[in-house]
């Protein structure tokens, strides 16, 4: 499965679109990722704890999409566009949504 964020992939044309295809994700930081992701801000610095949750969640996300494009019978997924969001009573989630378009190429 080719995944592009180009609307085509060079070389490749489209014989057939499925249409539009979406993968979610929400996945919550705990508290301690919390704590040390504060001194971090604090004390400057990057949070490795936080990165692997935004990679870990953009991961899942692109996934179900490619599980989704497939179910169509597609063998690419073209213009991809990726969100991220924070949700829940003080931002402690993080959404992910990609979406973009099953191809036949």
């Known amino acids: 499965m080719i995944l592009s964020t180009t609307p085509q992939i060079e070389g490749r044309p489209i014989r057939e679109y499925k249409g539009v295809v979406t993968g979610e994700t929400?996945?919550?930081?705990?508290?301690i990722k919390?704590?040390?992701a504060g001194i971090r801000d604090f004390v400057g610095g990057r949070s490795g704890?936080?990165?692997?949750?935004?990679?870990?969640?953009?991961?899942?996300?692109?996934?179900?999409?490619?599980?989704r494009a497939?179910?169509?019978?597609?063998?690419a997924v073209v213009g991809i566009?990726?969100?991220?969001?924070?949700?829940?009573?003080?931002?402690?989630m993080l959404m992910v949504?990609?979406?973009?378009t099953a191809v036949v190429i």
């Not at 704890?49 to 599980?67: D, I």
């Not at 949504?97 to 973009?100: F, L, V």
């Open 26 to 31: 929400i996945i919550g930081a705990n508290v």
């Open 34 to 36: 919390d704590f040390f």
């Open 49 to 67: 704890s936080y990165e692997q949750v935004l990679r870990e969640a953009k991961e899942t996300s692109m996934r179900e999409m490619m599980q």
């Open 70 to 75: 497939q179910a169509m019978g597609a063998n």
């Open 81 to 92: 566009d990726i969100d991220y969001e924070t949700i829940g009573s003080n931002g402690s």
């Open 97 to 100: 949504a990609t979406s973009g």
